[in-house]
């Protein structure tokens, strides 16, 4: 079991979960808005989506590298040609981190937890996301691909869940910390760039 390579994924997972996006904007506005306990609540839908995700990736890829080399090549290959036109996306916008919370209405957390899961799982990026994520990060040659890909899921809801929360826990100050920093956007951008580049690379890189 290559541990080097799961500890990899999880600081992977932090960087983007950090990073700018729509995830965590929309949490931080949440808690702005309407407060912690709203914010942990969308945090907890959003995470909830992401073992649907998982889960068709799990099935739909591990059938696929039982089924051929070439089609897993296919996949690496169209992964990290996707991570690296993300890259490309997050290099061509813009480094200003826009906080604007006037026109968030205030919901129950009833409804923002089915809003994040609803958000999440209709979110067919998210699958291909984890499509082209995932399979680069295949930790042990004994396990099945399946119970590796559900391992790589729940990391991945671990460590987004807890910097997420820590998002929302924490709205206030990382709100005011954004004002006084302009600069700060535009480094979470090139980390951002670095992560997806670096990814892209070790996805076509690993074996089967």
């Known amino acids: 079991m290559n541990y080097d390579?799961?500890?990899s994924f999880m600081i992977a997972t932090s960087v983007l979960a950090i990073s700018p996006g729509p995830d965590n904007i929309y949490v931080l506005m949440q808690s702005i808005v309407n407060g912690k306990k709203y914010g942990l609540a969308?945090?907890?839908g959003l995470i909830s989506g992401c073992l649907v995700h998982t889960t068709l990736v799990a099935f739909g890829v591990s059938a696929i590298i039982k089924e051929s080399d070439i089609l897993f090549f296919i996949i690496k290959l169209l992964g990290a040609l996707y991570l690296l036109f993300l890259a490309f996306k997050v290099y061509k916008s813009g480094s200003e981190l826009s906080l604007n919370s006037d026109n968030i209405p205030k919901k129950s957390l009833s409804q923002l937890f089915k809003q994040g899961f609803i958000m999440n799982v209709f979110n067919p990026k998210v699958s291909i996301f984890f499509l082209a994520f995932f399979p680069g990060f295949l930790f042990s040659d004994t396990l099945s691909s399946i119970i590796q890909f559900y391992v790589l899921g729940l990391l991945f809801m671990l460590?987004?869940?807890?910097?997420?929360?820590t998002i929302a826990v924490l709205a206030g100050s990382i709100s005011d910390y954004i004002k006084q920093h302009e600069r700060i956007g535009l480094y979470l951008k090139w980390l951002q760039i670095i992560v997806f580049v670096g990814i892209a690379i070790l996805i076509f890189t690993s074996e089967k």
């Open 159 to 165: 460590v987004s869940g807890i910097i997420l929360s």
């Open 5 to 7: 390579l799961l500890i």
């Open 42 to 44: 969308t945090v907890a």
